[in-house]
């Protein structure tokens, strides 16, 4: 049957039809879709986990119990499962293991632009990167066959332009597997130095096999056109381009499986044609082994190791042609993301802002508070650093700094890794105050249920943890709630938790405006007569509110009624809505 | 045949990808080789978003560049301005004149460019301005805006309408097909 999927439902879909048992995943874009098209498999028991580590290694547990099991994370998410990654390659698999993993080339949504590749070489670990989504499909599928066959697990490497495209599948039926029975294996499993030396010689015999079978698998395809003059290697969405660019006028080497590559065809088709050429975004991956095994490709001397392509990139570089085009001569804003009317991050960052306190910050929605015209963050690492960060900050810079200093991190993140660091400000004794964001949701990847919001991924009913008594019994005595939409509140909560000589957690607690269940108020007005046009209501960088000829206007289309604008009127222009 | 090259483009929350998604069903089912790129994740929040919508025989790129696009669906003035350099020459706009003011102007650092859309006719650009919103709300909600302007763009090409109306049927919630299909006909110029 004939289907266009985007890539990650493709990748669920071949997930599924392997047989695949156990998902778990933590969700990240651009690979959140693939998790939350496995779980709508009834056959497939699907989760998010509270981070990419924790899912990795439920996938292991998983195929150690014989059972064909996945887990999927964006390229950052890799880094925080790297750990069990590296041992998984000594290890070995029983039932077929994938981990799935989605580069962001150009940031679309992302912290850094990290490319994947280097970590399957490094872990040893084959990887396949799919073209568009038919390939997801049937690679997802036949990676679980590699897996079993070389004991390893497999990784599947896309980037935004595979995972969010769509493109035609032809989809087939699920073959189900029976569980491979439990037997107890201490020197394959258990890795402990005795053990674990006896694997590594294992694990460098693997990647010799697996580079014999790169040699004429079925993921490299190689074509060549009558011309001899120019020869392509590439792989992933930048094979699309150069198709798209050239057509069947060139030769190409289309590298499906970027680990490990093979050796003997590239050479072959290296002999074949004059100029050779890698096209790959990010890092010089494919050129630099291309170069250890005595060829002189051509890759970043013409290309940028900077950002994604397209098709007008080879153009420009290999043909030196560009399409004509029209520009405005008026100089057109910018439109950057913006945090949503009714947002209930907002009314917290305006009293972090009006307080001028240096505020170390996280990476969820609240991350747009760093913009105009809150520009209420100091710092953006990764998940959890919040948290580690301020810590370190105080004890750097000592009392001072502690009276004027918070950090803020969302539910989902301090659940991934915000715990930990608080602990470390219990144990380690710095008078920290840390803010928790929880909107009851995991909200920029596209509303992702976690720990604290009481279901899981199907939508049932699960535990919820109660951030209160998690953070006392982490060692916080100094615990309390706050109403973001009460700015009063928030305003003396910070305060005296600043002021207090011990560590202390605020919860700003409000659910994401944008959740279903949560009611829209009617549209607040404003008094055009008692406006001052003093512009106090647009410092929270609210999107329902302009000026227009110089009086504010609340546009009711947009405006949830959360009426923190309305606290910031000193001349009671604006009303609530009816 | 030549690949068609189509944008969608608008405010992160406008619902270009129900209208990606119609498109997309309706192409494949006519036999077309489809790629559609979507946007998610960091700039749904309303940000400036593009979705890219190519058919032909055989699609290769799932993207459009510079120079490109057949037709920019704009669901909102601003950014079909902003998105005009990746207008082929002799290309088609279809423009909802709506205004959603973006922050830098929200927060006075930049102007809303008011007379874009005439600077863009002057230099020759085919520009077809409907006020979608009045239409989506005619049709009964400011959520149809999408429907409308596909609705629109079905000027554009030969396909039957019956084929338009079975593809919002088969992609929208069955309860509000009647309505898309009301807002779809208001965007054609049908009652
Ligand atoms: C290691 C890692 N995994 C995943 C992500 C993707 N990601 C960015 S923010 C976020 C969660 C945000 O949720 P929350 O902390 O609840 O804040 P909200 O967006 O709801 O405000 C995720 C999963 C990431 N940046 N890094």
Not at chain 1, 108 to 134: C, F, G, T
Request: contains cysteine; glycine residues 8%.
């Amino acid at each position: 049957m004939k289907k266009l999927l985007i890539g990650n439902a493709a990748l669920a879909r071949g997930l599924y039809e392997a047989g695949v048992k156990v998902v778990s995943s933590y969700p990240g874009t651009p690979s959140t879709e693939i998790t939350e098209f496995a779980a709508k498999y009834d056959e497939i028991y699907c989760e998010w986990a509270p981070n990419e580590k924790v899912a990795t290694e439920v996938a292991f547990g998983a195929s150690l119990g014989g059972a064909r099991s996945a887990c999927a994370m964006k390229h950052v998410g890799l880094n925080v499962a790297a750990d069990p990654l590296f041992t998984l390659s000594y290890t070995g698999v029983r039932g077929g293991m994938v981990i799935c993993v989605a580069d962001d080339p150009a940031m679309h949504s992302s912290q850094n632009e990290q490319d994947s590749r280097h970590y399957a070489i490094s872990a040893k670990v084959p990887m396949l990167e799919p073209a568009d989504s038919s390939e997801a499909y049937s690679f997802a599928k036949a990676a679980f066959d590699i897996s079993e066959k070389f004991d390893t697990p497999v990784m599947i490497r896309t980037c935004t332009r595979i995972a969010h495209c769509q493109s035609i599948v032809d989809i087939g039926e699920r073959a189900e597997r029976d569980l491979i029975p439990y037997e107890k294996q201490p020197a394959k499993y258990i890795m402990m130095p005795g053990y674990a030396k006896k694997k590594h010689p294992i694990v460098e015999e693997r990647t010799k096999a697996l580079t014999e079978f790169a040699e004429n698998c079925e993921f490299n395809k190689v074509f060549f056109a009558e011309n001899s003059d120019m020869g392509i290697v590439t792989s992933g969405t930048c094979y699309q381009y150069v198709k798209e660019v050239f057509g069947d006028s060139i030769s190409v080497f289309k590298i499906g499986m970027i680990n490990p590559m093979p050796i003997q065809a590239l050479k072959d088709f290296a002999n074949k044609v004059k100029r050779l050429i890698v096209v790959e975004e990010l890092d010089p991956v494919i050129e630099t082994h291309l170069r250890n095994i005595g060829l002189k490709p051509e890759g970043k001397s013409l290309f940028s190791n900077i950002g994604e392509f397209s098709q007008a990139d080879i153009k420009k570089v290999l043909l030196d042609k560009s399409e004509e085009n029209i520009n405005t001569d008026t100089a057109i804003p910018n439109r950057p993301p913006v945090m949503c009317p009714g947002c209930p991050h907002r009314g917290i960052y305006y009293v972090l802002a009006k307080m001028k306190l240096t505020v170390l910050g996280d990476i969820g929605c609240y991350t747009l508070g760093a913009t105009p015209p809150l520009n209420a963050l100091d710092s953006t690492l990764c998940m959890g650093a919040s948290v580690s960060g301020i810590h370190g900050f105080n004890k750097a810079r000592g009392e001072d700094s502690q009276k004027n200093t918070v950090c803020v991190i969302g539910d989902s993140t301090f659940m991934h890794s915000g715990m930990t660091g608080l602990v470390n400000i219990a144990y380690n004794a710095s008078n920290s105050v840390v803010i928790i964001l929880d909107n009851s949701i995991t909200g920029m990847t596209g509303h992702q249920q976690n720990p604290t919001t009481g279901y899981n991924i199907k939508g049932d009913p699960a535990a919820k943890v109660n951030l209160e008594e998690l953070c006392h019994s982490l060692g916080i005595n100094r615990v309390r709630v706050v109403d973001p939409y009460d700015l009063a509140s928030c305003e003396s909560a910070v305060k005296e938790e600043l002021a207090a000589d011990e560590p202390s957690v605020i919860i700003s607690r409000r659910p994401c405006m944008l959740l279903k269940y949560v009611k829209a108020k009617p549209a607040l007005k404003v008094d055009a007569d008692k406006c001052r046009s003093c512009k106090s209501c647009m410092r929270l960088g609210c999107p329902a509110i302009s000026i227009k000829d110089g009086k504010a206007v609340i546009d009711a289309t947009q405006c949830a009624g959360c009426a923190v604008c309305k606290q910031l009127c000193k001349f009671d222009a604006i009303k609530e809505g009816v | 045949m030549k690949t068609v090259n189509i944008m969608i483009v608008g405010v992160g929350g406008q619902g270009s990808l129900l209208a990606s998604k119609l498109l997309g069903h309706l192409l494949v089912k006519e036999g077309y080789d489809v790629k559609v790129s979507e946007v998610h994740g960091m700039s749904q929040r309303g940000g400036s978003v593009v979705t890219y919508v190519r058919f032909g025989d055989k699609v290769y790129s799932p993207l459009v560049s510079e120079g490109e696009a057949d037709y920019i669906i704009s669901f909102e003035k601003l950014e079909a301005a902003r998105h005009l350099p990746m207008l082929k020459i002799g290309g088609q706009i279809i423009v909802n004149t709506q205004q959603i003011d973006p922050m830098p102007v929200i927060t006075g650092a930049a102007e809303y460019p008011q007379d874009v859309l005439d600077e863009i006719k002057a230099k020759g650009v085919k520009v077809d301005a409907v006020d979608a919103l009045s239409l989506a709300i005619e049709a009964g909600s400011v959520k149809a805006v999408n429907i409308v302007l596909i609705g629109r763009l079905s000027n554009y090409f030969d396909f039957d309408k019956q084929l338009w109306l079975q593809a919002i049927e088969e992609t929208v919630a069955p309860k509000f097909a009647q309505m898309n299909k009301k807002a779809f006909l208001l965007g054609r110029g049908e009652k």
